[in-house]
């Protein structure tokens, strides 16, 4: 609930992109309603242009907002571009609408703060002075220092907009800051420091809370075979290698999509897979080993071999998460039993499967 208040990127840029439609909406009227625009006078040879040009723009960019993920090329280019796009637009609606003595002069200073989301105090500098040179060209254009009162009109214009400018930079590399320190703190306190890995705590918590939506989904067990040789054998440092080979092997083939993978403790592992499907579950094990075979950890001239035992328990209605934990920790030693390398399904009706890796 606290973060709904905590402006993202992707929120600044979606509230940029409804103020757009209601400035784009509210032009209709001003330029269109008889009543208001005979009284208003605006210039209206190009607003149609403008008009279809920002349906263009901001149709093309709800899609992107609510279609591709942040990290595409199409998504950066079209929330960045939308500053400028905003820019442009604005020294286009202060032609139609009388210059320096413009109605929308305010829309600056919302370009301003969309900068400053972005950007922090240097992106609202750089906009602050854009939006300052355009409304300097048109009171010079018109002649408006020639005014005593336009002049004091322009001066206390431009000092609004450098005081945004500076107050909403402010702001936004403060509320920034903290936002990034919120977020690094939550990840060390839920990430494994050596493997990258939610760690056992996140585990625990996220288990609690399958369990408490009651829907379906499959917990998997697994530990890294005969772990102790390598630290025997190779040494401790190895050893961590090991780990992170596998950490990073994890963090390949189990995705968001599929679920999550988890340090448990020492050499083992967990994942909480958001699927019941048997050959979904396989498939993926199957991948992973079949991976960490083409890819071995390399000591040396030596290719040191990286096997690993499951136990998986798919959900139970009702249960709790100790119950289920324990059933795939009993498979999970029942699979190492059997010779390791090998995983072990909690039914009678799944064949038992050695893994041929």
């Given at each position: 609930m606290k973060d709904s208040f905590t402006i993202t990127e992707h929120r600044s840029e979606t509230i940029s992109s409804l103020l757009r439609w209601f400035f784009l909406i509210l032009c209709i009227p001003v330029f269109y309603y008889q009543p208001?625009?005979?009284?208003?006078?605006?210039e209206t040879d190009t607003f149609p242009i403008l008009f279809i040009i920002g349906i263009i723009y901001?149709?093309?960019?709800q899609i992107v907002l609510h279609r591709l993920p942040e990290?595409?090329?199409y998504y950066r280019v079209f929330t960045r571009g939308g500053i400028v796009f905003d820019c442009l637009a604005y020294a286009w609606l202060m032609q139609l609408t009388g210059g320096a003595d413009s109605a929308f002069v305010a829309v600056g200073y919302l370009?301003?703060?969309h900068a400053a989301l972005y950007w922090r105090l240097k992106g609202a500098f750089i906009v602050g002075t854009v939006s300052f040179t355009i409304l300097c060209y048109f009171f010079i254009r018109d002649s408006g220092y020639l005014n005593t009162l336009s002049s004091f009109e322009f001066l206390m214009k431009s000092i609004f907009l450098w005081l945004i400018a500076f107050y909403g930079g402010v702001i936004a590399s403060k509320e920034r800051q903290y936002y990034f320190e919120k977020n690094m703190y939550q990840l060390q306190s839920e990430q494994d420091y050596l493997t990258g890995l939610l760690n056992h705590r996140k585990f625990q918590e996220d288990v609690l809370?399958?369990?408490k939506q009651n829907k379906p989904f499959t917990l998997v067990l697994c530990d890294i075979d005969r772990f102790k040789m390598f630290n025997d054998q190779h040494g401790h440092l190895i050893g961590d290698e090991v780990l992170k080979l596998v950490g990073a092997t994890f963090k390949r083939f189990i995705t968001l999509k599929e679920g999550e993978a988890y340090r448990y403790g020492g050499e083992e592992f967990a994942w909480i897979l958001h699927t019941t499907c048997r050959t979904e579950v396989k498939n993926t094990i199957e991948t992973i080993n079949k991976h960490l075979e083409t890819f071995p950890y390399i000591s040396g001239d030596n290719e040191l071999?990286?096997?690993l035992s499951y136990?998986?328990?798919s959900y139970v209605e009702g249960e709790k998460p100790s119950q289920m934990i324990h059933r795939a920790d009993v498979l999970l030693y029942e699979a190492k039993a059997a010779g390791r390398n090998t995983f072990k399904l909690d039914?009678?009706?799944?064949e038992e499967n050695q893994l041929s890796i």
């Open positions: 208001i625009s005979s009284v208003l006078n605006y901001m149709t093309s960019t990290t595409s090329l370009i301003v703060i809370e399958k369990t071999s990286v096997t136990g998986i328990a039914t009678v009706t799944m």
